[in-house]
């Protein structure tokens, strides 16, 4: 049974549990929060309130996500009491002098990380903001400074934008949350970066990726769970292409939820799973929904949250509920909703689910086939402005105008204008890279580009200083340098004319009086028995040349009709 408390004006939930005490507090900021200039902030935030604990007997730990940042501990109460009265300590005076290591930490944990095979589909459906920040690396790190950090505490890490929640017998005696005051931070609402759905974009070789957004209910919950059984039986179990298949649930605080769902095969096979995940999909999208596998999800989900009541697993949830203003539910008030899941409100999810999907297909393949757009990876058009050539290629420039600047390589054009520019990337050397709030990007070499460090300096002066987000030093041998180019092929002239119609007049008399030569001769070996052996040898001589000379004849009449 959750219990509400408040600590210090902060709301607390309380819930007894079967397991070690722990308590986590949470507050209403996450990626989506960030700015792409600003992206990496929150989390730097998180490792430095951390930082003071060290090498500690009890467990405890903090996370960043897409809307929320909470700090867990494990523990005694004791214990409790000494993290999170630290942890609030931390966020009013952030120890400052770990600044410049804390920013090298997250660096290397970024690099050692990796991409998802999921991580494209946030950046593909919202662009360069809100829920698509996930998929961006933390760009802003560089160019942070403490009044950053301080700013960003003041608005976030504060007493009416925070959440607690203890599982355990009662509050521990001694806790105090002393937080800045301030406001509750609604979540951001999402942005789209897909004018048509269902889509698809091409990822890589050996993976088929989908997610959707729909209304956040049980019955979205239950499909997730009827989509995973059926995609494991159909790639896995029937046709053996799959070895991973997996879905995934995500609540969101503005009332919606994402579905993800994921199969792996090997790259030789990925044709055939794309076309399996398409089946899979249209079943959902016509409503064929099995009763049977509706009451097999209901009843596993069931069984799962009666396990996480007992251990107070439940709890951050609902803390999370708080956040955003959601009604934090009893155990028999969630699996009541659970249980009143009909078929057919699943295989209402489903039709909603498919009609908004986006799919990423294995790398070289496509779903237009199958009804689904191709998601835009390039601009429609080019700003007006002035053109620089590039150095190195003869069919790349870039435009640079009052508007925005693009880059055109070939049939490719990529356009940020800047009054829809999420941020511009800026290093020493005077390189750039704007992106849109779509997700395009332009990169600038101002090296590659006649006068390109004149338009570097043009440009920033039109880009709003909150935007820059500021790179590292590149080492010399990274910042390219123009290709010299290639020296030019010895053009051959053609002949003219006048001169086929001059070889037309010589080699013509040659192959007929070589040729009726070379017969006359060729008779009178076969007629006369004397010196039969030299006339052969005469005649196959005049053949020869005859033939040399029809050969030249046929290409000069060649060249004469296609000039």
């Given at each position: 049974m959750i219990t509400r408390r408040e600590v210090d004006g902060v709301p607390t939930l309380l819930a007894p549990t079967s397991g070690p005490m722990h308590a986590g507090l949470a507050f209403r900021v996450g990626f989506a929060d960030e700015p792409l200039a600003k992206r990496g902030i929150t989390h730097l935030i998180e490792h430095l309130a951390?930082?003071?604990?060290?090498?500690?007997?009890?467990?405890?730990n903090g996370a960043t996500g897409v809307e929320y940042t909470y700090f867990h501990m494990r523990g005694s109460e004791a214990d409790i009491v000494r993290f999170l009265n630290g942890v609030c300590a931390s966020l009013i005076?952030?120890?400052?002098?770990?600044?410049?290591v804390e920013k090298e930490i997250l660096r290397t944990e970024q690099n050692g990380r990796g991409e998802g095979p999921t991580d494209g589909l946030a950046l593909w459906r919202h662009g360069a903001r809100d829920y698509g920040m996930p998929s961006y690396p933390e760009w802003g790190l560089t160019g942070f400074t403490p009044d950053d950090l301080r700013a960003w505490v003041a608005r976030w890490f504060t007493t009416e934008n925070a959440a607690l929640w203890i599982a355990g017998p009662d509050v521990p005696a001694g806790l105090r949350l002393t937080l800045p005051r301030g406001e509750r931070r609604p979540v951001p609402a999402a942005s789209s970066a897909l004018p048509v759905r269902p889509a698809?974009?091409?990822?890589?070789?050996?993976?088929?990726?989908?997610?959707?957004?729909?209304?956040?209910?049980?019955?979205?919950?239950?499909?997730?769970?009827v989509l995973e059984r059926a995609l494991f039986r159909s790639l896995r179990q029937e046709s053996g292409l799959s070895s991973t298949v997996q879905t995934d649930y995500d609540p969101r605080g503005d009332g919606s939820a994402v579905l993800t769902a994921l199969a792996d095969a090997l790259p030789e096979k990925q044709d055939a799973l794309l076309g399996g995940f398409v089946d899979v999909l249209a079943t959902a999208r016509v409503g064929r929904i099995d009763p049977a596998e509706v009451a097999a999800v209901v009843r596993q989900r069931c069984e799962d949250l009666v396990r996480a009541e007992e251990v107070?697993?439940?709890?951050?949830?609902?803390?999370?509920?708080?956040?955003?203003?959601?009604?934090?539910?009893?155990?028999d008030e969630v699996l009541a909703e659970l249980r009143a899941v009909t078929r057919e409100d699943v295989a209402e999810v489903g039709r909603a689910a498919v009609a908004e999907g986006l799919l990423m297909t294995?790398?070289?393949?496509?779903?237009?086939?199958?009804?689904?757009?191709?998601?835009?990876?390039?601009?429609?058009?080019?700003?007006?402005?002035?053109?620089?050539?590039?150095?190195?290629?003869?069919?790349?420039?870039?435009?640079?105008?009052?508007?925005?600047?693009?880059?055109?390589?070939?049939?490719?054009?990529a356009t940020v204008r800047f009054d829809h520019c999420a941020a511009v990337l800026v290093w020493p050397d005077g390189a750039r890279r704007f992106v849109g709030d779509d997700g395009i990007q332009v990169h600038i070499e101002p090296t590659l580009f006649g006068s390109g460090h004149a338009v570097v300096a043009a440009l920033d002066a039109r880009v709003r200083p909150e935007l820059r987000a500021t790179m590292p030093a590149r080492d010399p041998s990274r910042i390219p340098v123009p290709r010299p180019p290639a020296a030019p092929v010895p053009v051959v002239p053609e002949p003219s004319r006048a001169s086929m119609i001059v070889l037309l007049v010589v080699l013509i008399p040659v192959l007929v009086l070589c040729g009726g030569f070379g017969l006359l001769m060729g008779v009178d070996a076969i007629v006369e028995a004397e010196d039969r052996g030299y006339a052969i040898g005469i005649a196959l001589f005049s053949l020869g040349l005859a033939a040399g000379a029809g050969y030249g004849v046929l290409q000069a009449v060649r060249r004469l009709r296609s000039s």
């Open positions: 951390l930082y003071s604990f060290g090498v500690a007997d009890y467990h405890y005076d952030l120890p400052m002098q770990r600044l410049a698809y974009f091409p990822g890589p070789a050996n993976v088929v990726a989908w997610n959707t957004v729909v209304p956040r209910q049980p019955a979205a919950a239950v499909f997730g769970g107070g697993a439940r709890l951050p949830g609902q803390a999370f509920n708080l956040l955003t203003g959601r009604p934090v539910q009893s155990l294995p790398e070289r393949t496509t779903a237009d086939w199958a009804g689904y757009a191709e998601a835009p990876h390039n601009s429609p058009k080019a700003v007006q402005g002035t053109v620089y050539p590039s150095l190195e290629r003869p069919d790349w420039r870039l435009i640079a105008g009052e508007q925005g600047v693009s880059s055109i390589d070939g049939e490719s054009t």
